[in-house]
């Protein structure tokens, strides 16, 4: 049998779960604590009111997402050097810097949410935890081989389902779920609007769109007998129905993960007049007096879970930006000697999150902002995938179609116009 026939075979005959990895991890990724800790308060504030905006999000994420990943598949190369030839090289240097300050941020606030939900579960100190869930991801990025690493992610994916359970634990009035996911006691009030903008700063992050799209990459060097689309049209059938179905997967998983942390906090928290919840730990310590000791316990170990799953990707899409830009070798597959400069960024964003919790910034400010950064870097990021998506010269015949382009435009459009929301709400 032939290496490209194997590839089909393999392709072909692989059961649902083989097919799923880089778009099943970005979309798990997507569920931080930060994201957790903002799905929570738009629960807690606002009820249900807030549910349709995930419904909202769900095809423009996976559209957004499904083009990262065509444009690595396809070309072989991550986005930064594609977007080189739509964008100035200085205009991509100051967007990457302002990505590695946002993903920094959002690091910082991530591994202290994690310490602080180990220390509510164990009691012991919580900047020990901090320190120790830092040095783990770090030395995960750094000495693991991709291949075993890629299936820790997959597995890291599974504690999202924690926030499934706890709706098992719950009393729920299906008719104001239901009512919420229509939108039909939709609230638009400046409180509602900072949350919804901040619900789809969350939801559609640019760090996703580089990890996706740099999986990709990495898939096609890890197995001799694939190669980028442009290279080898007879594997894109397979190739890209692989795509479809991981990045389908994942984002359906992103969204439906996030619909049950709001329902949760919804059903508990806003039912008991609880309404202000700053930090992922805030709701899982605020739920065990309401729900009781299990829906706590599952809740802090969910944050754990996907922080542990959240800070490598914030801290190797930033690494494969930087990488792309300027042309280094990147790939987690490498060992440190390797690729020196591509894990010294990763080395930074870490140690530099991990400072963010002794540094007298306000973590919950500093978070605000990072997805502040996050949205207006969004905006301009997905106007040049789009370019390139939809550019015969660098897909060729795989540039997005009608479909596909017409949904990544319309997402591009609706992060616009968030991040003029975000604009008028931060200085107002």
């Not at 095809?59 to 598949?73: C, D, E, F, N, T």
Request: aromatic content about 10%; hydrophobic content about 55%.
């Amino acid at each position: 049998m032939s290496q490209k026939s194997g590839f089909r075979a393999r392709v072909h005959n692989a059961p649902l779960l083989k097919q799923l990895g880089p778009g099943l991890i970005t979309g798990a990724a997507d569920d931080d604590p930060s994201g957790i800790a903002t799905y929570s308060q738009g629960g807690a504030q606002f009820g249900f009111n807030l549910l349709w905006t995930l419904l909202l999000t769900f095809p423009l994420m996976v559209a957004i997402q499904m083009v990262s990943a065509l444009i690595g598949r396809v070309t072989g190369k991550g986005l930064a050097k594609n977007m080189a030839g739509i964008l100035p090289r200085q205009v991509i240097g100051i967007l990457i810097a302002l990505l590695f300050v946002a993903n920094t941020i959002n690091i910082g606030a991530d591994l202290a949410a994690m310490g602080a939900a180990a220390k509510l579960v164990t009691g012991f100190n919580q900047h020990a935890f901090t320190i120790f869930f830092a040095l783990l991801s770090l030395a995960l990025q750094l000495f693991i081989p991709y291949r075993k690493y890629a299936r820790f992610l997959t597995v890291l994916t599974f504690s999202l389902f924690a926030y499934v359970a706890i709706l098992f634990l719950l009393p729920l009035d299906w008719g104001k779920i239901g009512a919420g996911l229509i939108g039909l006691h939709a609230e638009l009030n400046e409180n509602a609007a900072t949350t919804i903008v901040a619900i789809f700063g969350t939801t559609i992050s640019p760090y996703l769109f580089f990890w996706q799209s740099a999986q990709e990459v990495e898939e096609v060097d890890q197995h001799p007998d694939e190669k980028p689309l442009l290279n080898d049209p007879a594997e894109a059938p397979q190739a890209i129905s692989r795509i479809r179905v991981d990045t389908l997967a994942g984002m359906f998983a992103s969204n439906f993960i996030a619909l049950a942390i709001m329902i949760a906090t919804a059903a508990t928290l806003h039912a008991h007049g609880v309404t202000n919840i700053n930090t992922a730990a805030d709701a899982a310590n605020a739920l065990k007096p309401i729900a009781g000791n299990f829906a706590f316990a599952l809740f802090a170990v969910g944050i754990i879970g996907t922080g542990l799953l959240a800070v490598p990707v914030l801290a190797g899409s930033v690494a494969y930006a930087v990488g792309d830009a300027w042309g280094w070798k990147t790939g987690l597959d490498n060992m440190p000697w390797q690729a020196t400069g591509f894990y010294a960024v990763i080395g930074a964003a870490v140690l530099l999150g991990l400072g963010v919790e002794w540094s007298p910034l306000d973590p919950i400010k500093a978070l605000y902002w990072s997805a502040v950064l996050n949205g207006l870097v969004a905006v301009p990021m997905m106007a040049a995938l789009m370019i390139v998506a939809c550019s015969r010269k660098k897909m060729g015949d795989f540039r997005a179609g009608w479909m596909l382009g017409g949904l990544g435009w319309l997402s591009t459009a609706v992060m616009a116009a968030a991040a003029v929301t975000m604009l008028y709400v931060s200085l107002k």
